[in-house]
């Protein structure tokens, strides 16, 4: 796993981690060790002596990323509806021409109960593209991908490392909401997976985020959980792109919603993936 030495943290990064905090809502520490903001409050801090601050050292640099070569995934799926989802996606050759078809296709059950698809959202010429699960309510009511409050946090995610929607571009895994907002399943994920893999192709980003546990399965063929993958760098490979695509699972933001504990785990894969943007040449909507 690609991890960044707590040492090699600039002081720029300091500022933007205690934004991250604040904005995120938290207004205490529990003793000096900053360690405490993702511990129980049961856990007794133990107080620090002071510390005489030196001139601070060059940082050393992150070791390499451990990559995982990863081809197309296979799922359980409608035969019928998957050969037709992987027909009608091959002959795309555009992103409109994509949209087009996937707005036609009625091989996947969802369309009759959603409001309509969502498609995407931000640049279509960025180096970052963000695939998360499915529409949830605000997104099926505006047809934008993470618009709710999930959506404003990562939009904060985002900011903290110095990117926005001009910078990245947001899809899902599904185009329609499941009632409910219930996860999609295996049949539905894999009837919607060739129209993703096919958008990824068109898009050739230089990076790819799977925010969340469901895109991570879809994507990465892997059935290890979010917490044991957020972070690791993957090499997936797309038909019809040369080369594979730097994958990255993160975690959703609604999780981290319900997990406030998470989010030093957050900052610090926000961190590898500016280093890793940094390596490849990436555009930032401003330096953070």
């Not at 207004?27 to 620090?48: C, H, K, N, Q, Y």
């Not at 900052?267 to 555009?283: F, I, P, S």
């Amino acid at each position: 796993m690609d991890r960044i030495s707590e040492s090699a943290v600039q002081p720029a990064e300091i500022i933007a981690l205690l934004r991250w905090y604040q904005d995120a809502g938290v207004d205490e520490t529990i003793g000096d060790d900053p360690g405490a903001l993702g511990r129980p409050r049961t856990a007794a801090a133990t107080p620090m002596a002071p510390v005489q601050m030196a001139a601070p050292a060059p940082p050393p640099a992150p070791a390499a990323p451990q990559i995982r070569a990863v081809a197309a995934a296979a799922l359980p799926g409608s035969d019928a509806a998957t050969g037709d989802a992987r027909r009608i996606a091959a002959g795309c050759n555009t992103l409109e021409e994509l949209a087009a078809a996937l707005a036609a296709f009625d091989g996947c059950g969802l369309k009759a109960t959603a409001t309509q698809m969502v498609f995407a959202d931000g640049n279509p010429e960025a180096d970052i593209m963000i695939v998360g699960e499915a529409p949830g309510a605000e997104e099926d009511r505006l047809g934008k991908p993470f618009v709710g409050q999930s959506g404003k946090l990562l939009d904060r995610m985002l900011a903290a490392i110095g990117l926005d929607r001009t910078t990245v571009y947001i899809s899902n895994i599904v185009n329609w909401r499941p009632p409910g907002n219930r996860q999609p399943n295996a049949s539905e994920i894999a009837i919607s997976l060739p129209f993703i893999e096919r958008h990824i192709a068109l898009m050739q980003p230089k990076i790819l985020l799977c925010a969340g546990g469901t895109s991570a399965a879809a994507l990465l063929a892997t059935r290890e959980g979010i917490t044991r993958i957020h972070g690791r760098w993957y090499d997936r490979s797309f038909p019809d792109l040369a080369a594979p695509v730097p994958t990255m699972p993160i975690y959703h933001p609604a999780f981290i919603l319900r997990q406030p504990g998470m989010k030093r785990d957050v900052w610090r894969d926000l961190l590898v993936l500016k280093h890793r943007m940094k390596e490849l040449g990436c555009t930032f909507a401003e330096e953070g």
